[in-house]
């Protein structure tokens, strides 16, 4: 009988070969395991490009090579591989981290997961499905860094030849400008904010809150000598000083009440839009009466877009009455970095059962978006009030500038090496559709 070797044979040659040509364009080192294997086909070790030093930092690869054309529950973007649970056990209970990959022979190319990352989420377990996304996961040249990045996260200290990634770091930071540069210092009869507030709503119906109130004297960005305030303090007491020598101050009972003027003045800006809930902290879009839904369109780091900022959301059982309203907000803190003063805006969520009043079930809903978003999700947040409060009352034809400060963007920089955003969604949930869609009433 002549000896054969089978096509199956072939085309595991041919996975093979391909994996340890994509390797060597790498720069790293590719080891078959040859002989008895009960399911690991070789070994990567990283090899520093720029010095030729290998390292020891090793990837166990199993390989499975198809030269189908189509591969299991294929679509445009991604299909799905099989795997045996005692395959998977396998592949876990070990030190080494391990990718799988999958060769499409008959097209000359690849795809590529880190099972343990994979298989931390105990539903891909269940599954005992791996979903590979075709553009993300393509084992191709660009995925080296990321490649590195897993072997060199196996131990501490670990040194990987660098992810040459230049990435655009976004500061969540908007510098204050002061537009204006006097503050008014006086004494008045009113010994608390809100006794100062009561007296100044009995005068005026709008009464600005750019102002604070402690221990008898008033602190405010307003001219003290012109009305209403002149009513209600004593002007012969009147004083008016640089605003810098209370920013710059270093005195902690000057900066506390520069920080808390700031954040009045925040208030004073954004009122006609947002509102800020004392309990909560946040400042956030208010709802319009009559209305289910508020959008915001601005532009974002690439393109023109829009958020809706509030939504209302039907109750499962009864589709007409409202369960709750989303709305977008930001937890406001202010910072000094050497002279310059910078607002740290953070991202959440207000929700509240008629759009106004705060829902008792805020702190479960908060938590429930809070598990499927990920870090895009709030990087877009971030955006959408960057682009907000860097252009309130900036000033047009039809309304004038906010008269005591403004916000200004803070320019992105670049670095050289960085994490790559694969990495990055491998540790964050899979995206699932539907998030507090299924039941919105518009």
């Not at 060769?103 to 931390?120: E, G, H, L, M």
């Not at 993300?136 to 060199?152: E, G, N, Q, R, Y």
């Not at 916000?407 to 990495?423: A, M, R, S, T, W």
Request: neutral net charge.
């Amino acid at each position: 009988m002549p000896k054969r070797i089978g096509k199956s044979d072939i085309i595991g040659e041919q996975g093979i070969a391909h994996i340890r040509k994509v390797v060597l364009d790498m720069g790293h080192l590719f080891y078959e395991t040859g002989g008895v294997e009960a399911g690991i086909d070789g070994f990567i070790e990283l090899r520093n490009d720029e010095t030729g030093e290998v390292t020891n930092l090793l990837l166990q690869v199993q390989g499975k090579a198809t030269a189908k054309e189509q591969l299991p529950a294929e679509t445009m973007e991604s299909f799905e591989w099989p795997c045996k649970e005692e395959d998977i056990a396998y592949w876990r209970q070990g030190t080494a981290p391990v990718l799988l990959i999958i060769v499409q022979t008959k097209f000359n190319r690849a795809y590529w997961k880190s099972i343990k990352d994979y298989f931390d989420d105990p539903k891909a377990i269940e599954s005992r499905r791996v979903v590979f996304n075709k553009k993300v996961d393509s084992f191709d040249l660009a995925a080296k860094p990321a490649i590195s990045t897993i072997a060199a996260s196996v131990r501490p200290g670990a040194i990987a030849p660098p992810a040459r990634i230049s990435e655009q770091l976004v500061s969540n930071l908007l510098p204050v400008t002061f537009v204006s540069k006097r503050l008014f210092l006086a004494e008045t009869d009113y010994r608390t904010n809100k006794e100062f507030g009561a007296a100044l709503r009995d005068l005026v119906d709008d009464g600005h809150g750019e102002w604070i109130v402690k221990g008898g004297r008033i602190l405010s960005f307003h001219d003290l000598d012109e009305h209403p305030w002149n009513r209600l303090c004593d002007v012969g007491t009147i004083e008016s000083f640089p605003i810098e020598e209370w920013a710059s101050s270093t005195d902690e009972d000057q900066q506390r009440d520069f920080v808390q003027l700031l954040n009045r003045s925040l208030s004073g800006m954004t009122g006609e839009a947002l509102r800020f809930d004392r309990e909560d902290k946040t400042h956030y879009f208010k709802c319009i009466p009559e209305k289910t839904r508020r959008i915001y369109y601005y532009r974002g780091f690439e393109k023109r877009t829009s958020r809706d900022v509030v939504r209302r959301y039907s109750k499962k059982q009864s589709p007409t009455e409202t369960a709750y309203f989303r709305h977008s907000a930001f937890r406001a803190r202010f910072h000094r970095f050497g002279d310059v003063w910078y607002l740290e805006v953070t991202p959440t969520y207000h929700f509240t059962r008629d759009g106004f009043r705060e829902d008792r079930f805020a702190a479960e809903h908060l938590k429930k978006i809070k598990e499927f978003e990920n870090n895009a999700a709030v990087v877009g947040q971030f955006a959408m009030w960057r682009h907000y409060l860097t252009r309130c009352h900036r000033g047009d034809m039809f309304s004038p500038e906010y008269p005591f400060l403004r916000f200004d963007v803070l320019e992105d920089f670049p670095i050289e090496q960085g994490v790559p955003d694969e990495l990055w969604r491998s540790r964050e949930s899979r995206q699932r559709a539907g998030l507090f869609g299924d039941d919105l009433i518009v």
